[in-house]
């Protein structure tokens, strides 16, 4: 028998793999490569059912929101991309039993004037390569302009909880879930546990990321809420845990994910003025991003 041959021929098999694998390895998408100039629109639908139990009476409402944003490239230097986020239009679809209102930033009721004075408003912000969040700018004015633009008006007094949604914790809280899905070093499988506020409450998000190929990543996260709010001069005391099954599918040229789909469950209960609310959240979330 012919040993060296075959282990000749063994060796050419083994760097055949190997030559495979990193021609392979080198085309998955691994991170953003943004160009400057370069506009998309972001268009996302929510989909929410929240199941309550209040004095042995269930109460199910649903709520159905619908926003579409323009991003644009506005600085690369290096690694780091500069964004500028504007919206474009908000609309909510509320019903229960009990009753049904939908407000829309494209309306002319006074309720509509929750979402119109979000139209056209921008903000930047900065992600390396990977979407971590560098940095955020120009929220504080979006405050002041939403702000200035109620005053007077019978939503006055709700401005400050419009504005809120304009927080730095908020935004970057949101900025993070959609952008920041990049492993730091070469993997196939990592983690990421984020500690953030959204709505006034504390989150935790305990996240699984694994690319199912070389344009798709899979997460699988479990969530904790537990934390105090005040709404409408009521405290609520919520604790819920759930999870999150998501599949991002990226663009292999620019690290963008042009498609967000997740799915969401939450239980747990909320109390308030002595009395225990158990509650169940179901949500259903797909953001699509295309290039302009």
Do not use: H
């Amino acid at each position: 028998m012919n040993y060296p041959i075959m282990i000749k021929r063994s060796t050419l098999i083994v760097a055949i793999v190997f030559a495979f694998s990193a021609i392979a390895n080198a085309w998955q998408v691994s991170g953003y490569n943004l160009t400057k100039g370069d506009s998309y629109t972001t268009s996302s639908e929510i989909n929410q059912v929240i199941t309550q139990t209040v004095m042995g009476q269930k109460n199910v409402i649903n709520q159905d929101i619908s926003t579409q944003e323009k991003l644009e490239v506005v600085e690369v230097n290096g690694s780091n991309f500069t964004l500028a986020s504007t919206n474009l239009s908000t609309k909510l679809e509320l019903s229960s039993i009990m009753f049904s209102q939908t407000i829309d930033s494209e309306g002319e009721t006074e309720a509509d004037g929750v979402f119109r004075v979000l139209k056209g408003k921008s903000y930047q912000f900065t992600i390396n390569e990977y979407g971590e969040i560098q940095e955020i700018t120009g929220l504080e004015e979006i405050q002041a302009a939403i702000t200035e633009e109620l005053k007077g008006s019978p939503l006055a007094a709700q401005a400050g909880q419009i504005t809120a949604a304009f927080s730095e914790e908020s935004i970057r809280a949101n900025l993070e879930n959609q952008y920041s899905i990049y492993p730091t070093s070469k993997t196939e499988a990592w983690s990421k546990k984020r500690d953030v506020t959204v709505n006034g409450l504390p989150v935790t998000f305990d996240s699984q990321y694994l690319y199912e190929d070389d344009s798709t990543i899979l997460v699988n996260s479990e969530l904790t809420v537990s934390g105090k709010i005040t709404q409408n001069g009521m405290q609520l005391d919520a604790a819920l845990e759930g999870t999150q099954e998501a599949k991002l599918t990226l663009d292999p040229k620019s690290g963008i994910c042009t498609v967000y789909d997740a799915t969401q469950l939450m239980e747990g209960s909320v109390t308030t003025q002595g009395m225990q609310i158990p509650m169940t959240m179901e949500t259903s979330t797909t953001i699509t991003t295309s290039k302009d």
